[in-house]
T-cell receptor, first 113, second 112 residues
Framework: NAGVTQTPKFRILKIGQSMTLQCAQDMNHNYMYWYRQDPGMGLKLIYYSVGAGITDKGEVPNGYNVSRSTTEDFPLRLELAAPSQTSVYFC????????????FGPGTRLTVT | GQQLNQSPQSMFIQEGEDVSMNCTSSSIFNTWLWYKQDPGEGPVLLIALYKAGELTSNGRLTAQFGITRKDSFLNISASIPSDVGIYFCAGAGGRHTGKLIFGQGTTLQVKP
């Protein structure tokens, strides 16, 4: 049981480039989430999904897009990278009720220069 | 929007000492969670609390869900060097979205 996996672990992007952060979970969780963590700050919710085919915006969705075609995968897309998107990105998942107990991946450290 | 105030922001303690940190909110939460984050890793769930007044232990860690449902605290007894990290509280407001609101974190350093 790998839990929540994320790739890549590190990435450097130039301003205006695009990339997709991958997230997968093997716990058959319905709920999945994307967060960003800036230095000295807590986690801010970008997007979340309560099931395949259903996504919704979180607190800081601007500049990002998501899709959820399967229960296992929840990729996060950055279309036109900006320096403000330099951050550490975490994917998480939780069971069907969604009431807390989220399990996190190891994170992707993204730098936009 | 909902916010959590976590304190203290950082702590530097001697090995063997007890530690206490807390979170407060202006809103009611149905669930309180405590996570620990090691450097370069994702947060790991330590304790989950689901009922007002609930007191739950996990080894040397004890957490309580406040009676008003607007606060929670975490205690670590007899700290050891591997307790070093950032501790986050998180609250869930329900509505079956599973969305969590996170505190800013408490950075704990333990001197051997």
């Amino acid at each position: 049981n790998a839990g929540v996996t994320q790739t890549p672990k590190f990435r450097i992007l130039k301003i205006g480039q695009s990339m997709t952060l991958q997230c997968a979970q093997d716990m058959n969780h319905n709920y999945m989430y994307w967060y960003r963590q800036d230095p000295g700050m807590g986690l801010k919710l970008i997007y979340y999904s309560v099931g395949a085919g259903i996504t919704d915006k979180g607190e800081v969705p601007n500049g990002y897009n998501v899709s959820r075609s399967t229960t296992e995968d929840f990729p996060l897309r950055l279309e036109l990278a900006a320096p403000s998107q330099t951050s550490v990105y975490f994917c998480a998942s939780s069971q069907g009720t969604g009431e807390g107990e989220q399990y996190f991946g190891p994170g992707t450290r993204l730098t936009v220069t | 929007g909902q916010q959590l105030n976590q304190s203290p922001q950082s702590m530097f303690i001697q090995e063997g000492e007890d530690v206490s940190m807390n979170c407060t909110s202006s809103s009611i939460f149905n669930t309180w969670l405590w996570y620990k984050q090691d450097p370069g890793e994702g947060p790991v769930l330590l304790i989950a609390l689901y009922k007002a007044g609930e007191l739950t232990s996990n080894g040397r860690l004890t957490a309580q869900f406040g009676i008003t449902r607007k606060d929670s605290f975490l205690n670590i007894s007899a700290s050891i060097p591997s307790d070093v990290g950032i501790y986050f509280c998180a609250g869930a407001g329900g509505r079956h979205t599973g969305k969590l609101i996170f505190g800013q974190g408490t950075t704990l350093q333990v001197k051997p």
